[in-house]
């Protein structure tokens, strides 16, 4: 692979580990689409993992704001799905630390461990493996911010935008691949359903 993998050879790491699969998938919130990724399914996988993370600490690491930071900056992730990302960014880049938010109960706010503190105007970059709809990552922007921390950027894995995708503009964004997957708002306006093509319900 190249000093950063190009789009084609991240999509074709997702694919040949079954990451990134193709049919026809029911969302929780209604959508509905034709290509559905886990990247959990990827990193499980400890060499695909480091070089998927040390990638996107390059496409970081290019930035020279963020650059100039690293020896102070948190990598924090929202969950489990972006730990092993979380740490391969901090290792590679040296930053200061890893940590991460979660939640009790699936309708329970993120948090953060107990006793846990931020410095206050501490520099974040939130990582995580992938960014779909947005959600999960505007909350723990918030989160951080709320503890008197400073976000500086944001960086995943894959970027599978939606229709309903939060924005996170001015601040800087990186992805190693953008997936582009067809979607369809319920069940009535999917071609894939017209076509009886059969379902599979995603749990996220
Ligand atoms: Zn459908």
């Not at 694919?15 to 959508?31: D, I, K, M, V």
């Not at 992938?130 to 951080?144: F, H, P």
């Not at 970027?159 to 924005?167: C, E, F, G, S, V």
């Amino acid at each position: 692979m190249h000093f950063v993998p190009t789009q084609e050879e991240i999509v074709g790491l997702l694919r040949q580990t079954g990451a990134l699969r193709e049919g026809h998938f029911e969302y929780p919130n209604g959508l509905h689409a034709n290509e559905y990724l886990q990247v959990a399914l990827a990193m499980r996988y400890y060499q695909h993992a480091k070089t998927m993370s040390v990638a996107l600490s390059r496409l970081v690491r290019a930035n020279p704001e963020i650059r100039a930071i690293i020896p102070e900056l948190s990598i924090v992730a929202p969950g489990t799905g972006g730990l092993p990302v979380a740490y391969g960014v901090c290792e590679a880049l040296r930053a200061h630390q890893v940590y991460w938010a979660e939640r009790e109960e699936e309708t329970e706010p993120l948090r953060f461990r107990q006793y846990f503190q931020m410095m206050p105007g501490e520099k974040v970059l939130l990582v995580d493996d992938i960014l779909r709809s947005g959600r999960q990552l505007t909350e723990l922007k918030s989160l951080v911010e709320s503890k008197g921390g400073q976000v500086v950027g944001l960086a995943v894995i894959a970027y599978q935008d939606t229709p309903r995708t939060l924005k996170f503009d001015p601040l800087p964004f990186y992805r190693l691949a953008k997936l582009d997957a067809t979607y369809y708002k319920d069940a009535a306006s999917c071609d894939l359903c017209k076509r009886n093509v059969p379902i599979e319900k995603v749990w996220i």
